[in-house]
């Protein structure tokens, strides 16, 4: 964190207007805005803290980069603060368009990445070689694994999670449209529903994508009236963050299996959701159809970018047994963006369509 990041250059201004530095990545075609500069100093003790901080007194700076006109409804960002974790080498929020959420694989992908080609941590002084680097993310510690050569990334990215654990298995509820409908809930840093879309009607390799954001936005609501989210170290993490559909094939086999996952604000993931990669392999490892080690591939119904995963070893969160995961895949980047913030815009604080 103590690295100084080289900007890209603004455009003619006002000196005293505020400007958005950022560099934009993706992974299997989910978008990250990383910030550079321009956002005021996220406030607090610990990690939690600065993302209640951000949430109650710096939002703007949220709807400004996740917005439009200069994001779109299913931009994703993250902003780099420090840590209070002394071996993290940096601490992260991730931002959405509904606010700030506690896990984000595909992320934490982009920003292994990130981390090395920014010098944000050392890179061998020469030849190939991987190096880890400590991301601190609102739901704990998470170590990526960066391939490198010559000082800079290449290849995939790996990263082990926290751990990752079964909240609810076989839970029925009521969804509006398609009556009782049979979930699990589990946590991968972020907490999901699962459910096959073939039980609410639908074909997650095949359907229209807004068919299948309204059922799962349908069963997200329906889990969050009727069912209590808690989470063993802290209330901040006790929320249902979105559902993810899939095709049924939670057995172990050679052969890709697709999803889709809808978050937040009926946000569409792209990517195979790296969180949710993990959530999944927690899920079919308590199940008894995943073994330790055993690499599975995961597919995005939106794009067809695939991400692998296996349960690595057991590891307990509070009561309950579960498993560190590791998820890995690839991270491109798209460029750099600056964003002038002028106070005559009548559109400076963004906008989304409904």
Partial sequence: MEAT???????????????????????????????????????????????????????????????????????????????????????????HNEGYSSMCGHAVLALGRF????????????????????????????????????????????????????????????????GKVVVDIAFGGAFYAFVSAKKLGLNVCSAKTRDLVDAASAVTEAVKAQFKITHPDSEDLAFLYGTILTDGKDSYSEEPTTNICVFADEQVDRSPTGSGVTARIALQYHKGLLKLNQTRAFKSSATGSVFTGKAVREANCGDFHGVIVEVSGQSHYTGTASFI???????????LLK
Avoid: W
């Avoid at 779109?72 to 902003?79: F, I, K, T």
């Avoid at 079964?166 to 839970?171: E, F, M, P, Q, R």
């Avoid at 913030?341 to 906008?351: A, Q, V, Y």
């Fill in 5 to 95: 990041l080289a900007l890209p250059q603004l455009p003619p201004h006002d000196p005293r207007t505020p400007a958005l530095s950022v560099v934009d990545m993706h992974t299997g075609g989910e978008p990250l805005r990383i910030v550079l500069a321009g956002c005021p100093e996220v406030s607090g003790p610990t990690l939690l803290a600065k993302r209640r901080y951000m949430r109650q007194h710096l939002d703007y700076v949220r709807r400004r980069l996740m917005f439009e006109p200069r994001g779109h409804r299913d931009m994703y960002g993250a902003v780099l603060v420090p840590s209070e974790l002394p071996e993290a080498h940096l601490g992260v929020l991730f931002l």
């Fill in 115 to 178: 981390a090395l080609d920014f010098g944000l941590v050392r890179a061998p002084s020469a030849g190939a070689g991987e190096v880890r680097v400590n991301i601190h993310c609102p739901c704990g510690l998470v170590a990526a694994f960066v391939e490198c050569e010559g000082g800079r990334s290449r290849g995939p990215v790996r990263f082990h999670s926290v751990p990752a654990f079964v909240l609810a298995t076989d839970l029925s509820v009521e969804v509006p449209g398609h």
């Fill in 341 to 351: 913030i002028e106070d005559d815009d009548p559109l400076r604080d963004g906008f």
